[in-house]
């Protein structure tokens, strides 16, 4: 389908973007309406990277959005590696992927430099850099990748794979390529999947364009000139981004994190603006909830994600209920008046949460607060 049909109504009649707009929206609102809340999880299955579930609400790419949930901006996935698994798969991407430690421990291998981690511990990859997960052997690990489109909307979607899992598995609708002598070097897309008319390949390695752009940032030192006028920031900006990426942390540790006592209820922070690293694409903080209690009710611009690491309960979406239990995704609408409840009368429930960063930048990131979480409002003076 060309750009132009796309635009125009089922017969090709031109309509006004004003009459467009509207009607689009008022679709896009009923569909958002019949999405569920609560999800349970896609479970992960083998991959040419290794094991990893598919995206939980569509693809990173924008046209994925709305899809099992009422979510545009994020989505997440998950990689298993159970205890003594092949060797995954490494890959880059100009986009940041933070990647938090559901269970057991691994390492994780940046370009150059390796990083252990431990379970409820955050790896933040800077952009661009190839990256590579593993388990340990004897108990293994499983990560939970919560991400957002942000990167798509801005045209830096570029994905390269760099080496395939020890055991790929190449998916319906694709074969692997063979290079002159055996090797692996690529798979193809098959002609026909999603309609395309052409075998499309996809080769193992670098694409040279992004590549040179992001060599030739790397070997940039520090800004030296002077910053006389605001088109300098920008020159200086680079330098900075630079130098940032090059020295920031790549691991965000639990017990390094403290626990904030907050209206909202018991927070910990992974990734906000005070926290030096390279996720900048969403928000990432954990909240605690005791047995039977509830969290504080509060509202945000911002969408949220929520995976449940421990307990059960429900939400209150806007005066509807949503059941939850450990292991479900709860997903929030911009907007949305909402609270978790716990049902749990024994266990605490964990909650890890995502909302997309660049709200805050667009004058959208506030939080209104309607009601104090128990304890806070007990503890209050
Ligand atoms: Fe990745
Ligand atoms: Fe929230």
Redesign the pocket.
Known sequence: MTESALWRGRNGEHYSDQIKRFVYQKQEGAFCGSLAHVLKPIPPKATV?GTSSPHQTGDLDSYEMLTRAPLYNLTCHFSDIPPNSPVRGA???I?S?SLFCLAGKGWEWNDDETYLFESYDLLV?PPYTI?QHGGDRDIGCRIY?PQARTTDALGLMH?EQIKFGEKPTFPDGTEPMYGEHGELVGYRLKKGVLGIEKDIEVRLGAEPNVEGAFQARRRMGPWAGLVENTYDRYLKLLHDEVDFCRKVTHAILYKDEPWERTQQGLLKWFVHPEISCAARRQWLYMQEIPPGSRSGKHLHMAEEQIFVLSGRGYDIHDGERWNWERGDLINIPPMTEHQHFSTDSENPTLLFCSMPSLNSDLGLGGIEQREAAPEYAESAP
Request: glycine share 0%; proline share 10%; hydrophobic share 30%.
């Open positions: 990277m890959h880059r991407h986009s992927p990859v990256h990748v994905r």
